[in-house]
């Protein structure tokens, strides 16, 4: 429970609900009977973190140990922070108030590049140092997870650890062996350098960077026994894996107010611009029936209304039909809605659309990526124009009147012509709608278009590639708008300089630590809200420090640069990666794997299974 301090500060902020804990499902211990605290730090808003699964996943996971607990920590907003600054209140957790200083483990998940600065500025609330080499003694250890840590080296200097790959397993591993540690009284140096042997920790104290004199990265080198390469961890078996039985129901609305429940991880298709297609590979399906009483067992602990079937591509789940039936036959009577993100435009089957429309109608969202069928050929999108016409077709004549499209621009190989494909795109699925006869009557139709910047990515066939520059994007993104002629078509452009920013950090090496402190010692935090974001503060800071930005986002390696994420593995092999990268120059497909195999490697990770896997190898 928040003191009287805190209480005071609250009415001066907005949201206070975000700062009080206390909610439905939060999980409360003795802190005098168990061995070791867990501060889980997700650095953005409430509101955003709230909505993660992975948090929840492993609150709970933590919690269900009678040895550890498990409080949640978000990114106090900028009022909160300056009240918590003027009153000399430290960053505490929610369930016990208490500051996360006095924890023992301080975990961040890191989802998005431009929270590192809240990662920074979460640390120094806490009065703690941000430098792990300032951070002496054996506890708080101060480790990172999540998508972001797949190139964790512009962060090496702020993290004790990182935590390669899925966290299920690897952070009851660490909880274990830091448990064991305090007890044995060991120092710092000694519990990191035996957290090192445990697969899929990454310790980065442990390695020396070096550079060539252009400036790239010549080698990162282990020091002492530390192996060479740090391999990501998986769970193999989903269906046996750690699944809550609830969720901490928010008190204030959030960004996705829902239950949400997983169904497979990986993904199938291969786009070669999406990370999360690539690094959490190899394919794992759930059953039906552990879906099914998954998402029973949540609604009935938290009083939802809305399950999100969560994954990277739902329609690609292998056993859909059954899926949707069984939900169907219980959630229609409790007026449930299920929800569906992540659908594709080719594989949506229209007895599917109906079953869904029965609970509750909504806009339907579908990500063509490109405007034409050369560039959706170059990136391995495998969608043509006729799938997402007849998709469209069909939700139209079942009662849909919105459609949502998702597109990229600045990808490899682009021309105007294909940035002007997608204003042709959208509006041939205006067309579609006033020209179907089954059509609803008397409404009409819109059509939004999201037009993102292309970020490269760490573990994807374009990490070699260049990101356009400002002014080629904003050039582009002047031409879309000039492209759509027509009132039902609505585009909204992502900002520019954010995404330039996220390359930097996506392909940086160690060198960007320094850049990142002193942006963030600037003033710099919240960089993705884009009325936080003060990019002529980092643009500032880059040239103060003689770093150029245009060389980590605006260049394009090549295949035999020394990458600085080179000694990380996470499955998918790098010359499976140049294969794709250069079929794509060529505008050639690569099958999805349910079709043909490309080898990519990811299922040595499984001891050589992969639900996915075919007989054929490319």
């Known amino acids: 429970m928040p003191d009287a301090k805190l209480e005071r500060i609250l009415d001066a902020v907005q949201k206070p609900g975000r700062y009080t804990g206390g909610e439905l499902n939060s999980v409360v211990k003795d802190k005098d009977k168990v061995d070791l605290r867990y501060a889980f730090c997700f650095p953005d808003t409430y509101e955003i973190g709230m909505s993660h699964l992975g948090m929840k996943i492993l609150y709970s996971l933590v919690n269900a140990r009678p040895d550890a607990w498990c409080e949640r920590v978000f990114a106090p907003w900028i009022d909160m922070e300056q009240q918590m600054r003027n009153a000399g209140v430290p960053l505490y957790a929610l369930e016990s108030g208490d500051p996360i200083r006095d924890f023992d483990l301080i975990g961040f998940t890191l989802q998005y590049e431009l929270s590192y600065t809240n990662m920074l500025n979460m640390l120094d609330l806490a009065a703690l140092p941000v430098r792990a080499a300032d951070r002496t003694s054996l506890t708080p250890i101060v480790a990172a997870g999540g998508p972001c840590v797949c190139n964790p080296e512009p962060i090496h ?224 999108k495998n969608v043509t124009e006729e799938e997402v016409l007849h998709t469209a077709k069909q939700a139209f004549s079942g009662g849909w009147t919105a459609v949502k499209l998702y597109f990229m621009m600045g990808l490899p190989t682009e021309t105007d012509e294909d940035v002007q494909g997608i204003a042709a795109l959208a509006q041939k699925v205006v067309d579609a709608y006033y020209y179907n006869p089954d059509k609803p009557k008397g409404k009409s139709v819109t059509v939004s278009i999201s037009a993102s910047t292309f970020v490269p990515k760490p573990f994807t066939p374009f990490q070699w590639e260049a990101q356009d520059d400002t002014p080629t994007i904003l050039r582009k993104q002047a031409l879309l708008r000039e492209s759509i002629h027509t009132r039902k078509v609505n585009l909204s452009c992502h900002q520019s300089d954010t995404s330039f920013l996220e390359a930097v950090f996506a392909r940086g090496d160690r060198r960007l630590a320094d850049v990142l402190e002193q942006a963030w010692r600037a003033g710099c935090r919240f960089d993705g809200w884009e009325d936080q974001f003060r990019f002529d503060l980092w643009v500032e800071t880059f040239r103060a420090l003689g770093a150029d930005m245009a060389f980590y986002a605006n260049r394009r390696r090549e295949y035999d640069e020394v990458l600085p994420w080179d000694h990380l593995d996470y499955g998918v092999s790098k010359n499976y990666l140049r294969r794709e990268s250069e079929k794509a120059r060529r505008s050639l497909t690569t099958p999805h794997c349910r079709t043909r195999c490309g080898g990519c490697g990811a299922d040595k990770l499984n001891g050589g299974k992969c639900d996915a896997r075919c007989t054929a190898v490319d």
């Not at 990191?192 to 960077?209: F, H, Q, W």
């Not at 429940?261 to 399906?285: D, K, M």
């Not at 990277?312 to 809605?337: A, P």
């Not at 429309?357 to 050929?377: H, I, Y």
């Open 157 to 380: 200097a702020f993290v004790d650890l990182c935590m390669l790959g899925e966290g299920e397993e690897v952070t009851n591993d660490l909880i274990d062996l830091l448990i064991r540690h305090k007890k044995m009284g060991s120092d710092k140096q000694t519990f990191l350098r035996e957290a090192a042997k445990i697969p899929g920790i990454y310790v980065p104290s442990l390695y020396e960077a070096s550079y060539n004199a252009d400036g790239t990265v010549a080698a990162v080198t282990p020091i002492g026994d530390a192996p060479a390469v740090v391999r990501k961890r998986i769970v193999s078996d989903l269906d046996s894996m750690f699944c809550p039985s609830d969720f901490v129901v928010p008190s204030i609305e959030v960004v996705h107010d829902r239950t949400t429940t997983e169904i497979f991880r990986g993904c199938i298709r291969g786009c070669r611009f999406c990370q999360a297609g690539f690094i959490y590979r190899p394919i794992r399906e759930k059953s039906p029936d552990v879906i099914d009483r998954q998402c029973r067992e949540i609604c009935d602990n938290t009083g939802y209304d809305e399950i999100s079937l969560c994954s990277l591509s739902s329609s690609d789940y292998s056993h859909m039909e059954t899926l949707i039936r069984k939900l169907i036959s219980w959630t229609d009577d409790e007026k449930i809605n299920v929800a569906l993100p992540s659908l594709r435009a080719d594989n949506f089957p229209k007895d599917l659309m109906e079953k869904l429309a029965g609970v509750r109608r909504s806009s339907l969202t579908f990500a063509p990526e490109a405007g034409t069928q050369r560039l959706r050929d170059a990136i391995n």
